[in-house]
């Protein structure tokens, strides 16, 4: 369930990431390294220090 479950990081943060291309592609690695499992991008406010929006790329199954 993906509301009730510990999510793992991928991989350490994209800190300042602006490349929509690059973040989509770290999306599909985490894809086909997990498959069958939830991925999920998150974004943070550096300002505010909080989340911003969090989003599933993929469901799981």
Same mark, same amino acid.
């Given at each position: 369930?993906?509301?009730?479950?510990?999510?793992?990081m991928?991989?350490?943060?994209l800190?300042g990431?602006?490349?929509?291309?690059?973040i989509l $592609?770290?999306?599909?690695?985490?894809k086909?390294a997990y498959?069958?499992?939830? *991925? &999920?991008?998150? $974004?943070?406010?550096?300002?505010?220090q909080?989340a911003?929006?969090?989003l599933? *790329? &993929?469901?799981?199954?």
């Amino acid at each position: 369930n993906a509301n009730t479950d510990y999510w793992y990081m991928w991989k350490l943060p994209l800190f300042g990431e602006r490349d929509v291309d690059a973040i989509l $592609a770290e999306a599909e690695a985490c894809k086909k390294a997990y498959p069958g499992h939830h *991925v &999920r991008i998150n $974004a943070n406010d550096r300002y505010k220090q909080v989340a911003a929006f969090s989003l599933v *790329v &993929r469901r799981a199954g």
